[in-house]
């Protein structure tokens, strides 16, 4: 008798053991996690305080459900290659410029364009209303978005004497996609496009005289050390976005998406454009108080030519790009 009950012990023992190691199997399993490819150094000012904070908002939250595993750097995903490596799967989320994908995103093409906003909160969420509406559906297809950002108006930065937009001309200046490439030709300079990430070394070997970027690149690219003289404009922005692969998040479990909702969205946009008019001032400051640089402020009647000499710019593209006006 004693033999059988220490014989059913036993086995309703191991009946417990296996069962209880697939029901912890089955919660660890039902934890979903997601690579999300920065494409920036850890200590950019775009992973500290905005990317890395969101990621880690998620996860206090979301253990058992969703963890987001932040891979910073180029080493899965760059700027040039981040939306193939979402589409492929080779990461679940990243973040870049919808101008560098060439034909993929030509209605968001209206956020670059000269002119258009003071604020990137302002036009960041502009754009994030226009892609809820669906008036952008087409372009993206294959991604879902988790929020979007419209970088402050661009400036030129140069890395020899600039006074004015007028001596801009026959210098090769840097350009991130076609709307700012159509801005630099209209003032007479060469563009050359390059993802930001080549215009260091590039201003460094004189490949490219000048930059048509917002003081926002100046933290994570360095650019102080390769330019000296600013002019402040209007030249056009870029919009960027945080995603993932439309067929990845279809096929997350409720919770999972419950959760990315919840921590993406209108707010996420708004944030995410607060921060860039924060950093656009300060980088700014910054310079102007250094005396190796010089920053130079246009007047309202020269900002006011600018802006009509630019028209052309904002017209070609409205008649260039379907659904554009």
Same mark, same amino acid.
């Given at each position: 008798?004693?033999?059988?009950?220490?014989?059913?012990?036993?086995?309703?023992?191991?009946?417990?053991?296996?069962?209880?190691?697939?029901?912890?199997?089955?919660? @660890?399993?039902?934890? &979903?996690?997601?690579?999300?490819?920065?494409?920036?150094?850890?200590?950019?000012?775009?992973?500290?305080?905005?990317?890395?904070?969101?990621?880690?908002?998620?996860?206090k939250e979301g253990k058992g459900i969703l963890r987001i595993d932040l891979l910073h750097g180029a080493v899965l995903a760059d700027h040039n290659n981040y939306y193939t490596r979402v589409v492929n799967d080779v990461v679940q989320i990243s973040w870049g410029l919808?101008?560098?994908?060439?034909?993929?995103?030509?209605?968001?093409?209206?956020?670059?364009?000269?002119?258009?906003?003071?604020?990137?909160?302002?036009?960041?969420?502009?754009?994030?209303?226009?892609?809820?509406?669906?008036?952008?559906?087409?372009?993206?297809?294959?991604?879902?978005?988790?929020?979007?950002?419209?970088?402050?108006?661009?400036?030129?930065?140069?890395?020899?004497?600039?006074?004015?937009?007028?001596?801009?001309?026959?210098?090769?200046?840097?350009?991130?996609?076609?709307?700012?490439?159509?801005?630099?030709?209209?003032?007479?300079?060469?563009?050359?496009?390059?993802?930001?990430?080549?215009?260091?070394?590039?201003?460094?070997?004189?490949?490219?005289?000048?930059?048509?970027?917002?003081?926002?690149?100046?933290?994570?690219?360095?650019?102080?050390?390769?330019?000296?003289?600013?002019?402040?404009?209007?030249?056009?922005?870029?919009?960027?976005?945080?995603?993932?692969?439309?067929?990845?998040?279809?096929?997350?479990?409720?919770?999972?998406?419950?959760?990315?909702?919840?921590?993406?969205?209108?707010?996420?946009?708004?944030?995410?454009?607060?921060?860039?008019?924060?950093? @656009?001032?300060?980088?700014?400051?910054?310079?102007?108080?250094?005396?190796?640089?010089?920053?130079? &402020?246009?007047?309202?009647?020269?900002?006011?030519?600018?802006?009509?000499?630019?028209?052309?710019?904002?017209?070609?593209?409205?008649?260039?790009?379907?659904?554009?006006?």
């Open positions: 008798m004693k033999n059988w009950i220490k014989s059913n012990s036993m086995a309703a023992c191991a009946v417990a053991l296996v069962t209880g190691g697939m029901t912890i199997g089955t919660a @660890q399993a039902q934890e &979903v996690v997601l690579k999300f490819a920065t494409t920036n150094a850890a200590t950019a000012h775009l992973n500290k305080q905005i990317l890395t904070p969101w990621a880690q908002g998620i996860n919808t101008g560098i994908i060439a034909g993929k995103f030509p209605l968001t093409g209206v956020a670059n364009l000269p002119f258009l906003a003071d604020k990137s909160e302002i036009s960041s969420t502009a754009l994030w209303r226009m892609y809820e509406s669906g008036r952008l559906a087409k372009e993206y297809d294959e991604v879902e978005v988790m929020g979007f950002t419209v970088f402050p108006q661009g400036s030129m930065h140069a890395r020899r004497p600039i006074k004015s937009l007028d001596d801009l001309k026959g210098l090769k200046i840097r350009v991130g996609d076609k709307i700012t490439a159509a801005i630099a030709t209209a003032l007479g300079g060469a563009p050359i496009a390059m993802p930001p990430s080549n215009i260091y070394q590039s201003m460094s070997k004189g490949t490219i005289d000048a930059v048509l970027v917002p003081y926002t690149a100046f933290q994570p690219f360095k650019l102080a050390e390769v330019t000296t003289h600013h002019v402040d404009a209007r030249l056009g922005a870029s919009a960027g976005m945080v995603f993932m692969g439309r067929k990845k998040y279809d096929s997350l479990p409720p919770a999972a998406k419950a959760l990315l909702k919840k921590h993406s969205g209108e707010a996420f946009t708004r944030r995410f454009g607060a921060f860039w008019d924060r950093v @656009q001032a300060e980088a700014r400051d910054k310079l102007v108080k250094d005396p190796k640089h010089t920053v130079t &402020v246009i007047s309202a009647s020269q900002s006011a030519q600018n802006a009509k000499s630019m028209e052309a710019t904002t017209q070609n593209w409205v008649k260039s790009t379907p659904g554009g006006e």
